[in-house]
T-cell receptor
Framework: DAGVIQSPRHEVTEMGQEVTLRCKPI?????LFWYRQTMMRGLELLIY????????DSGMPEDRFSAKMPNASFSTLKIQPSEPRDSAVYFC???????????FGSGTRLTVV | GENVEQHPSTLSVQEGDSAVIKCTYS??????FPWYKQELGKRPQLIID?????GEKKDQRIAVTLNKTAKHFSLHITETQPEDSAVYFC???????????FGTGTRLKVLA
């Protein structure tokens, strides 16, 4: 298994541009999570899906952030328009149904200038 | 709201000594407690976990203890080695939501 696959690994964009981060969970995993990691705030849960349905998006910072999971093998996190304070590492993670350990992807390091 | 506190934020130990990291959680419904290790520039990786029906779990040099009454759990690393140097995160979750609440992390440095 290739694990959780995220793309791109690095993204540098100008303030105001749209950014789309992508994630492919492990096959058979029913839950998918998007986290943001910064030095100041640590690991923050943004949103999670169970069986492709968004369950809790209370961590999404504002309306500029949106996430979709159109099928069991793909999810996107979009920021529009991006701002410098959105600079962070964004991790996607997946887990099997039930309370089991997450497997994290390699993350996307986003820099907004 | 749900919260997980983790201490200390940084920890330096001599190679061969033991390291202990402690976490407390607020949600009494939490029943699953994983620990993650994150090396610089890499993803967090699960190193050990414990469920609420047991009080202790060991895996070679790593052990985790859980006190549900006091709502705290700890990671113990014995015979530390330089490759144990990393940031360690605790988390708490309940089977109703499956989402983790992470602690703020402990940067462990093992001095050779």
């Amino acid at each position: 298994d290739a694990g959780v696959i995220q793309s791109p690994r690095h993204e540098v964009t100008e303030m105001g541009q749209e950014v789309t981060l992508r994630c492919k969970p492990i096959s058979g995993h029913n839950s998918l999570f998007w986290y943001r990691q910064t030095m100041m705030r640590g690991l923050e849960l943004l949103i999670y899906f169970n069986n492709n349905v968004p369950i809790d998006d209370s961590g999404m910072p504002e309306d500029r952030f949106s996430a979709k999971m159109p099928n069991a093998s793909f999810s996107t996190l979009k920021i529009q328009p991006s701002e410098p304070r959105d600079s962070a590492v964004y991790f996607c993670a997946s887990s099997p149904q039930g309370n089991y350990g997450y497997t994290f992807g390699s993350g996307t390091r986003l820099t907004v200038v | 709201g749900e919260n997980v506190e983790q201490h200390p934020s940084t920890l330096s130990v001599q190679e061969g000594d033991s390291a202990v990291i402690k976490c407390t959680y607020s949600d009494s419904a939490s029943n699953y407690f994983p620990w993650y290790k994150q090396e610089l520039g890499k993803r967090p990786q699960l190193i050990i976990d414990i469920r609420s029906n047991v009080g202790e779990k060991k895996d070679q040099r790593i052990a985790v203890t859980l006190n549900k009454t006091a709502k705290h759990f700890s990671l113990h690393i014995t015979e530390t080695q330089p490759e144990d140097s990393a940031v360690y995160f605790c988390a708490a979750s309940n089977s109703g939501t499956y989402k983790y609440i992470f602690g703020t992390g402990t940067r462990l440095k093992v001095l050779a």
